[in-house]
């Protein structure tokens, strides 16, 4: 998706340059270094006297230059910000162990779920270290499997990654989409299952989009953007989305234009065909808020023109499956918490709509159609519940899951008998099983064999009470046996936004943490999906500072009831939960030890300026509207930094190639927080070449951000090593 993204399940990295023998102490253009003895010693950067009037108000700008990235003066500033960043993590002494232990804990087999087409089955695997996961395909489930595509081949460093794939109906071509240096931007290409071979074919400039093949299999619909100005792809607007159909074997530029609205630069499009082949949908988006439009074409139909079925930007509405003209739906349309319809095509208007599923206590997550089976994904206070139906609604079985934790998958076809699906808890890695959906019985699939001993470690739900007395999920997981005395090291990690859930996850950075003494708590605060809607919109927009009295509201839980003290907590989050680390550091600098805030959101007033921002605003809000404005202002972890103030050690972590969060807002960011900062705590910036916002990161690149971003929490917590 074009939202910023949630890290819950990315690993996320930048590489330790080779800066990081050289020393702190630097000259560039329109720098000088300055600091005290017992401060970490970083460049000043130079400060412009932009000052602009907002709806009456002045507002300082004084780091804008940092904003052109191509700037030679910009690349000086970050080399120097990156000599600073690296001296000083070398001089940690802990930082060879740690990465010692995430190379240990990382080097495990992990799988998807595999998914049948044709008479493939087609998954990805990952040996444990390499850079990329690389994509098999077997003529049995239990067959040996060959390598179809390795995108470990595509570079010498792991920087080109596999960001997309779709089979045709009859499972005879791939089409794949590489991104290259972590950006958005995709580059699709089609490769011969048979024999691995790629075609001539190639699309440039596609971005936000998937593949959906048309059912002969001949070729298939995608959406693009027109090509940038040259220098400018990193950095502008993304707008005029169009749908267009590429056949096999001929250039992009005789592509067929499917779809456009010269009339609406926002929307996007995603096309694709019925598993009958007898529809062609097209699901409009606008923006991250979820809603949407669906139109179609009977493609049975010679000369069918476009039917505007559902035209309203008034819900979200997920298609699952057809039977002939009755379209089944995911939607919260009259259900903040989700139900599934049925639409007849003969009889649209919505007192016509049949409600399969109701809206249930819990909210739905997701929905699938397999076989003649209605698989329903729950969350129950964040934590995953599955339910199976036929498609008239009738409750065949609830899924038994193997614990508490996040299940994901139950893809597949209409003429499927099995299903596949994963679950992953905070102490155990994603295994995967088989589903037997005759039988409604299930088997592990693949396990992985891990180093970390999650029997060791306990998870606890706990639900505390924020400023205005709302009731939030807090999970925390620790070593069993673990004193609640206030001394412990501890990492409160959250997202809050865009309607994404924080359900239970596994990673081998977390399990290193928790190997190394640390505690993770991980907090469901409003913005986020677990409880619905209401949830999200309780903290969206005006009413975003919820958000970030939820997270406050964790941290002094996590305080009062012993298991860490200010000194030894850490917050972190990436993306839109970048933006919640800046702006609780700011509202409660008293409150950590330590923030690492990644790729953040750091300056809400000209956000929507850059490639995807202005489709945000559905969350944020629109700096051009003045009571948005005014509630920006009041929060942008940019604007609200204060002179003077006694900040906690910061290590900010941002990518050269993001273009989904520019990397414009860490730097302005930091380079405003090094010149607030009146205590000893330093206030760091690591910046990655040839990196990205977080999706595709190389595994070497993501062990070497791990390690400097623990090392730094050792140094600042005052920790010991396990």
Known sequence: MFRPLSWKNLVVSKSVSKAGALAASVVVAGMTTAGAADRVDVPVTKKNDLVETLHGVKVADPYRWLEDANAPETKNWVQAQNRATFAYLATIPERERIKEKLTRLWNYERYSSPSKVGKYYFFSKNDGLQNQSVLYVSESLHGTPRVLLDPNKLSTDGTIALSGTSVSDDGEFLAYSVSKGGSDWQEWRVRRVKDGQDLTDRIEWAKFTGAGWSRDGKGFYYSRYDAPKEGAALQAANYFQKLYYHRLGTPQSQDTLVYERPDQKEWGFGGFETEDGRYLLN??????????????????????????????????????????????????????????????????????????????????????????????????????????????????????????????????????????????????????????????????????????DGSQYETRQVFYASKDGTKVPLFITLRKGTKLDGSNPTLLYGYGGFNSSMTPFYSARMATWLEMGGVLAVAAIRGGGEYGKAWHDAGRLANKQNTFDDFIAAGEYLVKEGYTSPAKLACHGGSNGGLLVGAVVNQRPDLWGAALPAVGVMDMLRFHKFTIGWAWVSDYGSPDKEADFKALLAYSPLHNLKSGTKYPATLITTGDHDDRVVPAHSFKYAAAMQAAQAGDAPVLIRIETSAGHGAGKPTTKAIEEATDQWAFLVRNLGMKLR
């Open 283 to 452: 699901s409009v988006w606008k923006g991250t808020e979820r809603q949407n439009l669906v139109f179609y074409r009977d493609l049975k139909t010679k000369d069918s023109k476009w039917v505007e079925l559902l035209p309203k930007w008034e819900a979200s509405y997920s298609y699952l499956a057809n039977n002939g003209p009755v379209f089944f739906f995911r939607t919260d349309k009259d259900a903040p918490r989700g139900r599934i319809i049925a639409i007849d095509l003969r009889r649209p208007d919505p007192k016509d709509w049949k409600t399969v599923v109701p809206q249930a206590e819990e909210s739905l997550e997701s929905s699938s159609v397999v076989g003649d089976s209605l698989f329903t994904t729950y969350l129950k206070d964040a934590v995953s519940l599955v339910k199976e139906y036929d498609l008239n609604g009738k409750l065949r079985r609830e899924v038994k899951l193997p614990g508490v934790g996040t299940v994901g998958g139950f893809g597949g076809r209409r003429k499927d008998r099995e299903t596949f699906f994963s679950f992953v808890g905070y102490t155990s890695p994603s295994t995967i099983y088989r589903y037997d959906l005759t039988k409604g019985t299930q088997e592990v699939f693949k396990k992985p064999q891990v180093a970390f």
